[in-house]
């Protein structure tokens, strides 16, 4: 995984409406970017849904929350629109991201992980964390480092 104070990769993915969203574009605020194996199972919705259900907190604490997998855009927007998602949801059916941050593999590399990298506003890893089967402490945990950022 990439490491606190790395800089994230400057990649360019296809946003749940299909629009291309380049990272560099990205900077200059906090992110919190989460990587999740699959659109509708059940942990990763429960994942979406608890970072749906505190955006008002990362809003609060001026971050942008966004959700990458390798599934399509297509079905990004059906869950987006599903779940009533506010953040953005990106596509990454090459593995680009899942390899630029070095997200490593769950379920002896069956599916990719479950990370979380919460990222400052000059683009660097602040904090990553990583729980395979327990997406509520993904947003705890985003927003308790993203309190102690100044």
Avoid at 26 to 40: A, E, H, R, S, T
Avoid at 132 to 150: C, M, R, T, Y
């Amino acid at each position: 995984m990439l490491h606190k104070g790395e800089p994230i990769p400057y990649l360019r993915l296809e946003d749940q409406d299909g629009k291309m969203v380049s990272f560099s574009d990205l900077v200059g605020k906090p992110l919190v970017i989460y990587f999740y194996p699959k659109d509708n199972t059940k942990v990763c919705t429960a994942q979406a849904c608890g970072f749906r259900d505190h955006y008002e907190q990362f809003q609060e604490a001026g971050a942008e929350v966004i959700g990458i997998s390798g599934d399509s855009v297509e079905s990004h927007k059906k869950v987006t629109n599903h779940r009533k998602l506010p953040f953005l949801l990106l596509s990454d059916p090459k593995k680009e991201a899942l390899k630029a941050f070095k997200v490593p593999s769950a379920l002896f590399g069956l599916l990719p992980g479950r990370v979380t990298f919460v990222i400052d506003k000059v683009g660097k890893v602040a904090h990553t964390f990583r729980a395979d089967f327990n997406a509520d402490k993904h947003i705890k945990e985003a927003l308790k480092v993203l309190k102690s950022l100044d």
